[in-house]
């Protein structure tokens, strides 16, 4: 490569495109032969295979790893597995952390134990944690009793932290240095490295016992005489740091706020164990939003797109079932009213409308209250205000899109108190919306759990039961 | 603050609090002396309020400015407005970058053009491209003729972007060096900084017309012998750079992918004109994935929480409109059947059921499509496999839920015809629903439309109508 061929970032693409060609001139060879049927094309074709083989491996080669399990998510099964038998053992580990999980169940599944211990072996503490819950148990088992006392250790903490908190995102690679020391000395100790650990913008300063005295910027350590010490350039005041415990979602948010590259995490006696870096928050911000869009969507969780059948039916059949739980409860409801949806059967065909824009309008209720709560902006004293809006924002949409339907039930069906009545069904569906989109989100998050997960089946549930018999009730009461 | 109190991620809650705790306490005094209704108080009162606000102001202070956005975010519009006026008038600028749009333009509205003026002045070209959206004209217009030329250059460069390019994101000031001095030079050049610009993670190495030529980052400036020369040691080969034009998201995918910290931004003639940073990309992510939430839940922007019921009304009312008319055409559809409905009323208390499945059903689908879109893996060759793949899924689901809902319906009701119809009408709107999730975001990722938008409105209006049309129109046809 030469200067001139800079990466941009359709580059991938064209990565991906490329590796898409190989691969096809590969398969028309393969067809041609196959066709002629003859044998002594035999030599000929596991020559010209081999040399587009090697063509392939060339091009892998030369991709970062992010690239390559770019092109491996976009393969269909098949060709997926050829092209990572073609990548060189010792980058399978790197490549298997930059792959979904879908995917990568699907690589983890093709390797033989051997191959996968060597791959695990190539990692970091930090690393294979993230990698441990995809392994075969006995796998995971021969790597732990390959790392030696220190690397078991970091293993052993990195695995045992929950999920969502920081001690799951950190790494443990770092460079610490001691107060009493000139910049002088920093920088040569700093030109013994053979690399800086991957965004290190800041050393942290420790003590003795890795206690944590403050921090010393890169850039503090460039802009001053090297002859000052690093306790009169350092900052020990301020230093944003984070303990294993603190939620991934809190010091999400402060890398986001005080604009952080990387921050140190200490135990409770203030040692310092670990480094979070904006590449891990990064790609958590990431996650956790996928993870939101998805799970409003009814989706445990991302699929290869190539998957099979079956494996999108069992990501996607809890959602259904709960919705057909609660389509089958709204149809019991409409079932009470039978008698009166055969005397006037106008109520059949306006009753989903109501329902409808109930759970419309609880849904962009329930989404504001959720996005405040994240923000942690939502304080009790906040609740009562807030239900004060959403009632006044209901009361106002019910009485004008509310009337609107009701002229149009009246002209329809020349009933002006079918008009009232549908009027009457949307205002009250619509505060009913307003109260579930603001209470569901604010218990479900007082009782701890994620409010921004499953709001919405529940207050669809609810608008959609409640819309159906307050509008058929109503109807019931003062049209038959 | 000493060592000691170490800023830790809840600690922006701790202030908020404080924050409201001082506002209390100065209202708490307030309504004290206006119960008691004496003059003579006004004086004990004018100093003892002096003497809060001195402290809220102080308080204030020592806070981040993020710090402070967020607590403006938080508080009533009333108190906003207040902690506002005491912040002091240099940091106004600082302050306006960190908040919502809805709170910004709050903020904006309570300030005299004088004073907008000065916060505008105090921020860098890049920030004031941000801000002009909300400021009045005759504010930038003043604000530009203060610039000098450089800065004008700038500005009417960043302003000149459309938002989501990589041209609107970027900023200007970076540190370049030449790559014919050696490590030492470009160390003594640093020393004479006061400090460097926010994430310096690199220096661009550029020519006499600043054209790029390679990158050194920080870590190669310590690691390397300082004897060394520049062009030794500086990465040439496969230097990620972007231009202006390019689009923020494909942006944001390299520096997810590739882990960067900064990156230079180049126009056609490979010369430097500016940097993007982490901080910036972070921002737009959250922004990106906040944007795709807030429109799956048909609001038009983020709300201020305190806002009016008026603006709610206003952001929402766009969604409920188009809803109310999905809703219309599916109540005419049932319309429609109103005799077969007549004649067999538990088919009103069905039809709900079906149209609601496959909302759900064609909305999972969607949600996969669009994921694989954004993630730039759905090549036309895909399609095809992708269709194949949702129809599997839903004629499974259709055949497997739609035949227990069938037995419901028989059991429900005693009749094994209406059971049949029922499992035919989930599976063919199932069917319907794979189809719409699949091909509604393709053609409008190929219209350019963002695929992301507005297409659950589309898909749940489908199969609300669709449904409704195929159950009752297969009743009609079999059982009556």
């Not at 693409?13 to 590969?26: F, G, K, P, S």
Request: charged share 25%; hydrophobic share 50%.
């Amino acid at each position: 490569m030469t200067q001139e061929e800079e990466l941009h970032p359709d580059d991938v693409q064209q990565h991906l495109r490329e590796v898409q060609d190989l691969l096809a001139r590969q398969k028309a060879v393969e067809n041609l032969v196959s066709q002629q049927d003859v044998p002594r094309h035999e030599m000929v074709e596991s020559l010209v295979h081999k040399q587009q083989q090697a063509e392939l491996a060339a091009k892998l080669e030369e991709l970062h790893s992010a690239d390559i399990g770019y092109i491996l998510e976009a393969l269909p099964l098949e060709e997926r597995l050829y092209v990572w038998n073609l990548i060189k053992a010792e980058r399978d580990g790197e490549v298997l952390l930059e792959v979904s999980d879908a995917v990568r169940e699907s690589l983890i599944e093709s390797m033989a134990p051997a191959e996968l211990k060597a791959a695990a072996e190539s990692l970091d503490a930090d690393e294979l944690a993230d990698l441990a819950p995809d392994l075969p148990p006995e796998v995971i088992q021969d790597v732990f009793q390959s790392l030696d006392p220190e690397g078991r250790e970091q293993l052993r903490a990195a695995m045992s932290y929950p999920e969502d908190s920081v001690g799951a995102l950190m790494v443990f690679d770092m460079v610490t240095v001691r107060e009493d020391v000139s910049l002088e000395v920093v920088l040569r100790y700093l030109r013994r490295f053979e690399e800086l650990p991957d965004h290190t913008d800041k050393l942290f300063v420790v003590d003795r016992e890795d206690h944590l005295k403050g921090i010393l910027t890169l850039e503090c350590l460039l802009i001053n005489d090297p002859e000052k010490e690093v306790a009169e350039v350092m900052r020990s005041e301020t230093v944003i740091s984070f303990t294993p415990e603190d939620e991934a979602d809190e010091a999400a948010q402060a890398f986001e706020r005080y604009d952080l590259v990387s921050a140190p995490v200490i135990d409770s006696e203030k040692r310092v164990i670990g480094r979070l870096t904006v590449a891990d928050v990064v790609d958590y911000i990431r996650e956790e939003s996928e993870a939101e869009i998805l799970s409003n969507a009814g989706l445990r969780e991302g699929e290869d797109i190539f998957a099979s059948v079956w494996d999108s039916v069992k990501n996607r059949w809890a959602w259904l079932a709960v919705n057909l739980v609660t389509a089958f409860v709204a149809s019991r409801v409409i079932g009470l009213f039978e008698g009166s949806i055969e005397k006037l059967v106008a109520l059949a065909a306006l009753m989903p409308i109501v329902a409808g824009i109930g759970g419309n309008s609880g849904n962009q209720t329930t989404t504001m209250i959720v996005r405040a709560i994240a923000m942690g902006q939502v304080e009790p004293s906040a609740m009562k205000r807030l239900l004060k809006k959403e009632l006044g924002v209901a009361l106002f949409n019910g009485i004008a899109w509310g009337g609107l339907l009701g002229v149009l039930a009246w002209w329809l069906y020349g009933s002006v108190s079918l008009g009232l009545v549908m009027t009457g069904a949307m205002a009250l569906n619509l505060l009913l919306a307003a109260c579930a989109g603001v209470i569901i989100p604010m218990l479900r998050e007082r009782l701890g759990a994620d409010p921004a997960i499953g709001g919405s089946v529940m207050i669809t549930a609810l608008t959609d039961s409640g819309g159906f018999f307050i509008f058929l009730g109503l109807a019931t009461l003062f049209l038959l």
